[in-house]
């Protein structure tokens, strides 16, 4: 997603379980949000479901244990 000043929900484990949960919940109340997950593709067939709803959604792979990984999502 582009830097415009904007606020973005950053939530992890954004595929499924919690985490799909509050990308739903968040995207039926029109806030953009960024998930990430373990698995990319995972992480790619979720951010098209949530687009096809109608929701501003971006995501990328990234292990939240894994100080690079956490570099990575940041950055994207």
């Known amino acids: 997603m582009a ?3 904007q606020r973005v929900a950053l939530i992890t484990g954004g595929t499924s379980g919690i ?23 995972a992480v790619e067939e979720t951010v098209g479901k949530l687009r096809s709803n109608g929701y501003q959604a ?8 894994h100080r690079e990984d956490v570099k990575h999502l940041v950055g994207a």
Do not use: H, P, Y
């Not at 971006?58 to 244990?65: C, I, L, Q, S, T």
């Open 3 to 5: 830097d415009n000043g």
């Open 19 to 41: 985490g799909l949960a509050v990308a739903n919940t968040f995207g039926a109340r029109g806030l953009k949000m960024f998930i990430c997950s373990r698995d990319q593709k």
């Open 58 to 65: 971006d995501g990328v792979a990234a292990d939240v244990r």
